[in-house]
């Protein structure tokens, strides 16, 4: 988070992870929470008196149900809003703050997973400034995409907003909002920079677009 991490050097060498196959959190996005397990309570309670750093990360063919193989990437987020329900249930949102490498897991003893987390290759994340000029360059193509995406879908926006986002902004929030299978949702995340988001973010809307609902996996 701007302000709070500087450097890859300045986040924590070992966090708790959350796989959460289909969401996908990006540096700067917000994603909300609804929290009801028993282990992932227990995690947030301990993130809380910590430094309130969470990996949010995928899962991949392997392991078992209760330990799935984890993605190779995912993106750490901080808690920036907590609240707790009557029932018993945490509503938080994360706020992106880094994307990382997953790393040797950790034979902890809480109930929930901890990873040894590498964010070396994602320091220009924590940057501070103007965005991928590249990915600014070129709002149009993405533009007639969600339109084709969305019209194949019987869906529709608010196109004076969308139109008026910083390009960074709706490259992000799309690639986090809309409904990609989990292997799509990776690539978005692994793209390296803003722009090749972009380029991945126009190419699954308009293999969408092009074709069945069913049929529109990223290979």
């Keep these: 988070m701007p302000g709070t991490y500087r450097r890859a050097d300045d986040l924590p060498l070992v966090i708790p992870v959350f796989p959460l196959d289909g969401a996908l959190l990006l540096p700067g996005g917000q994603l ?3 929290i009801f397990e028993p282990r992932y309570l227990n995690m947030f309670d301990d993130v809380m008196s910590g430094e309130r750093i969470v990996g949010m990360v995928q899962t991949r063919i392997g392991g078992d149900l209760q330990r799935p193989a984890l993605a190779p990437v995912g ?3 901080r808690v920036t809003s907590f609240a707790e329900t009557s029932d018993g249930r945490y509503l938080v949102t994360l706020t992106g ?3 990382f490498r997953v790393g040797d897991e950790l034979p902890a003893a809480s109930p929930y997973r901890q990873v040894r987390a590498d964010f070396s290759d994602f320091e220009a994340d924590l940057a501070e400034g103007s965005p991928d000029p590249m990915a600014l360059a070129e709002s149009t ?4 995409a969600l339109r084709r995406y969305l019209d194949h879908r019987g869906l529709a926006i608010d196109w ?4 008026a986002a910083p390009s ?14 989990p292997v799509e949702k990776q690539a978005l995340l692994e793209a390296p920079t803003l722009a090749d988001r972009r380029e991945t973010l126009v190419a699954l809307l308009e293999i969408d677009a092009a074709g069945d609902d069913d049929d529109h996996t990223l290979q």
């Design 141 to 144: 193509p993405l533009l007639e």
């Design 160 to 163: 004076s907003s969308a139109e």
């Design 75 to 77: 993106c750490a987020g």
């Design 97 to 99: 703050v880094c994307r």
């Design 168 to 181: 960074d902004a709706l490259i992000n929030s799309l690639s986090m909002a809309l409904p990609f299978e």
């Design 32 to 34: 909300p929470l609804n």
